[in-house]
DNA sequence: GCGCGATCATTCGTATGCGAACAATCCGCC
DNA sequence: GGCGGATTGTTCGCATACGAATGATCGCGC
């Protein structure tokens, strides 16, 4: 009869390296070095994004741009603030409620804006570089069911 | 004769929302946010790689914890000296190489990196909740390739 | 018209995440 | 033996990220 057996280790069998939520976290990583070696000190992936976003509405709420974004009011604030400092994005007080601060982007806004979304088919190119086409759209298909 | 349009607008045709940046992002988000609601205040998805990694290795340099696991040595650093303050892992000195700080992770940290990765398998599967079982294995598959 | 719940924006604290600079140490090569 | 480059760990600064708490304001219902 063979010795007992030690109690089974929750450990054997668990690859960190294949758990979905640290792959998504390297993809993700991965993909913001990429983003910073194209646009370089110009935008940071999320002031991209709140910005871009702006721009196509012409006018926004600081937490509606958030929830469109995905950044929490707190978050958005600060990207905001760092947007409004570098004069690319201006305050302004709507006068139908004063506890809204509505957001309009200023002209160096917009070309910078359009300037980055052209940059930003490069970027997109180079993170799903290790797919083929057919692989591209499965992936981009599933990733946007995952939200 | 037509009029002569505009010159292309960027903005035209690109949608945020289908970016792969974008949605790598509001992924792993959706991620990090389920992580905490099973594990709580216990560790961050950081702590959690960086704490299994250490066990499974049961000894490592910080460096070398750091590249196994996705961080730069500044954050790392960060990650590790919680890790210590909270008594989950212990620095020890090695003598062939002063420079270096052997990592061990103590007994408590033994038993919760075993619990939570107990807890993780849960995780896992909330998080590829959205898709069933040939889909998430396409998904991983992609996923691991983007890396 | 008033009060109460909801919403907006802000602030604080904590935790990644990384570039850049730094001191200490190691190692290979002369 | 010693020097120069590489490696290790640390610190600083900046930028997400979010929970929690707060103050101002709005709007609905009574």
Redesign the pocket.
């Known amino acids: 009869m063979p010795p007992p057996q030690p109690a089974p280790d929750p450990l054997s069998g668990y690859v960190l390296e294949d758990q979905v939520g640290h792959l998504l ?1 390297r993809a993700h ?1 991965r993909h913001v ?1 990429i983003f ?1 070696s194209a646009i370089g000190a110009d935008l ?4 991209f994004a709140a910005l871009v976003k702006l721009v196509e509405l012409r006018r926004a ?4 741009l958030g929830r469109l974004t ?6 958005i ?3 905001i603030g ?1 947007l409004v400092a570098r004069g690319l994005v201006e305050r302004a007080s709507d006068p139908t ?5 509505a957001l309009v982007p200023t002209a160096e806004g917009v070309r910078l804006a359009l300037a980055a979304v052209v940059q930003g088919r490069d970027i997109t190119e180079a993170t799903l570089a290790p797919l083929d086409p057919a692989e591209r759209h499965q992936f981009l298909a599933l990733l946007r069911r995952m939200i």
Chains 1, 2 share one sequence.
């Not at 940071?44 to 002031?47: A, D, H, M, V």
């Open positions: 976290r990583q070095a910073q940071t992936p999320t002031q709420t600081q937490n509606h995905g950044m929490d009011p707190a978050t604030q600060g990207v760092r409620d004063r506890r809204m601060v």
